[in-house]
Every structure is written in structure tokens, then in C-alpha cells.
């Protein structure tokens, strides 16, 4: 069974496991080294608990539960105009892609983003990715936009999607998104 549930400080070391892989054996992720667990953890307290951070866990045959996939999201960009749209990441351990953890450790991040009263999460992804391409569809996002040869690693030129889904109406006045330290997760 999966279970979904908040991240903590310390989930920092399991978080950085899951997401190596996709820093040093391919060209999703943009970073040249993968960061360790002190790294993850600061990330995770960098902004005081305003961003959620989520993990998976399955707990298989009676043991302690492991977490398999985190998610997490935090400022589109810096300027306070953005700050009503959040950017989404989403990793899975790379033996449980298959599984559904990615649905709904991202359904479970888009219903607490919505809680919040974000009105866009954003999405950039590698390209190709077809599978992050189909997670992010499945969950409600659209693609916006590209820009070619956006990073170089491993020798070659990458490109990057722009996904961008809605979570709630762009009302006048806007709605000020709420701490998740206030909302807490939303759906499990």
C-alpha cells in the first residue's frame, strides 16, 4: 500500500538516494553533483514551511515503511507578482516508477497547492521524457512551451517543456496563498 505523508528532516538522507540517480545517470535533472542529505535537508527548511514537501512510502511485508518518491514545490520565481504560482518537481525511486506512486504523490501535491490557494503550479521537464511528459498530463497539467538546447550535460545539448497546471481561478483581488505549515497536507 502507498501512503502519503509530509516530509521531514529526517527523510533528507532517503530524498537525496532517490533523487542521485537522476543526477549523475542522466539528463533529467540539471545539477552536475548530487547533493547528499544536509543538502536536501536545507532545502527542504529553506523556506520556513510555506512550500509542502511530500514523500511515498510502501510498506512491504510488515516492515518499516520506505519512501519511494518525494514531491515538492516551491517559488516560480523571486519577484512578488509570482508568487501566486508555485514550480512542481516530482522524483520516484527508480525501481517504483511503475507502480502509481508518481499519481498520487502528485495528486496529493496539486490538492494541497490548491488548499493553499496557488492558482498555477509549473513543470520543467528534460526533453524527451515521455514518461514525465504522461504524469504530468495525467494529473492536469498542459504543455506551454519550450526552449531548445536549454542545458548542456553529459556532452550534449538538452531541452526543456514548460508543463503549467491550473489549481484555482485568477480572481481580482487575488486570493494570498496560505503557508502549508497552516493548510498541512491535504490528501492521502
Keep these: 500500500m502507498i501512503d502519503i505523508r509530509v516530509a521531514d528532516a529526517d527523510d533528507a538522507g532517503a530524498i537525496a538516494e532517490i ?3 537522476y543526477v549523475t545517470n542522466g539528463h533529467v535533472s540539471f545539477e552536475s553533483e548530487a547533493p547528499g542529505a544536509e543538502t536536501m535537508r536545507a532545502r527542504m527548511a529553506k523556506h520556513g514551511g510555506f512550500y509542502p514537501w511530500l514523500v511515498a512510502t510502501i510498506g512491504e511485508d510488515g516492515g518499516m515503511p520506505r519512501i519511494v518518491g518525494y514531491a515538492y514545490a516551491a517559488p516560480f520565481r523571486d519577484r512578488p507578482a509570482y508568487r501566486y504560482i508555485v514550480e512542481a518537481s516530482i522524483y520516484v525511486s527508480q525501481e517504483d516508477t511503475r507502480r502509481g506512486v508518481g499519481r498520487l ?3 496529493a501535491l496539486m490538492d494541497t497547492l490548491r488548499a493553499q490557494d ?5 513543470a520543467v521537464l528534460a526533453l524527451p521524457n515521455e514518461a514525465s511528459i504522461r504524469l504530468h498530463e495525467a494529473v492536469g497539467f498542459h504543455r506551454a512551451g519550450a526552449i531548445g538546447e536549454a542545458g548542456f550535460k553529459r556532452n550534449q545539448w538538452i531541452d526543456i ?3 503549467v497546471c491550473k489549481l484555482n481561478d485568477s480572481a481580482l483581488p487575488p486570493q494570498e496563498p496560505r503557508p502549508f505549515s497552516t493548510v498541512g497536507l491535504v490528501r492521502y
Design 19 to 21: 533523487y542521485a540517480p
Design 105 to 107: 504523490l502528485y495528486g
Design 118 to 122: 496557488f492558482t498555477r503550479a509549473v
Design 161 to 163: 517543456g514548460f508543463w
